[in-house]
């Protein structure tokens, strides 16, 4: 079966950096994603990652190892505003989304 | 440029009854698609649609119809609701961001079926 696993929850403190990180077993790989999603929102998009390797957009970066079957997102300089769920989603073989069940990531000041 | 548009984005309905939720974008966007979303689970896909007058079966799809009869429509029916169905549900469709279809989505529908 195909499986995306992440951490249920993580509490990090404003202004430090956190790490959530996601692990997939699916059948073939055609990229990686990364949705936010605020409680009671849709989910937005972060981050595509298709190579190995580390993508960066400001605050936010995201990892990549195919052979590992892993990713992270790496948040930096956390602010309130990054209170959110991060849903890890997988393209598979057939370039459908496989999702994961999101990590909810708290902030505290 | 409104995006994707849900309506409605509440709805408490009874055991048997049926109903429709519209999902409208106006960004030309080929692919459209339907999520129900459940605490603790990822985001399931109920039907998907390639392009206007096509319609396709995703993860989940019991107790769901869906139409395409115009590119900008999607519309996600339940014809006879169960409290299973009791979800929230996300409509997207797809543009193209660095070779990925990237997913916009709707504020999403929280329906209730008592």
């Known amino acids: 079966g195909q499986n995306i696993d992440q951490p249920t929850e993580m509490t990090a403190t404003e202004g430090a950096i956190v790490q959530i990180n996601c692990t997939y077993q699916?059948?073939?790989?055609?990229?990686l994603f990364w949705y936010q999603q605020h409680a009671g929102e849709a989910p937005t998009f972060l981050s595509y990652?298709?190579l190995d390797g580390l993508e960066e957009k400001g605050r936010f970066s995201s990892f990549l190892s195919r052979s590992k079957g892993y990713s992270y997102l790496l948040l930096k300089e956390l602010q309130m505003k990054d209170s959110a769920s991060y849903l890890c989603?997988?393209?598979?073989?057939?370039?459908?989304?496989?999702w994961g069940a999101g990590t909810k990531l708290i902030i505290k000041p | 440029n409104a995006g994707v548009t849900q309506t409605p984005k509440f709805r408490v309905l009874k055991t048997g009854q049926s109903m429709t939720l519209l999902c409208a974008q106006d960004?030309?966007?080929?692919?459209m698609y339907w999520y129900r979303q459940d605490p603790g689970m990822g985001l399931r896909l109920i039907h998907y649609?390639?392009?206007?007058?096509?319609?396709a079966k995703g993860e989940v799809p019991d107790g769901y119809n869906v139409s395409r009869l115009k590119k900008q429509n999607f519309l996600l029916g339940l014809e006879s609701a169960a409290p299973s169905q009791t979800s929230v549900y996300f409509c997207?469709?797809?543009?193209?961001?660095?070779?990925?279809?990237?997913?916009?989505f709707g504020a999403g529908s929280r329906l209730t079926v008592l």
């Open positions: 960004m030309n966007h080929e692919y």
């Open positions: 649609s390639v392009g206007e007058g096509t319609t």
């Open positions: 989603a997988v393209l598979d073989s057939n370039y459908q989304l496989i």
């Open positions: 699916t059948s073939g790989f055609n990229g």
């Open positions: 997207a469709s797809t543009y193209r961001d660095s070779g990925a279809n990237v997913l916009t």
């Open positions: 990652n298709v």
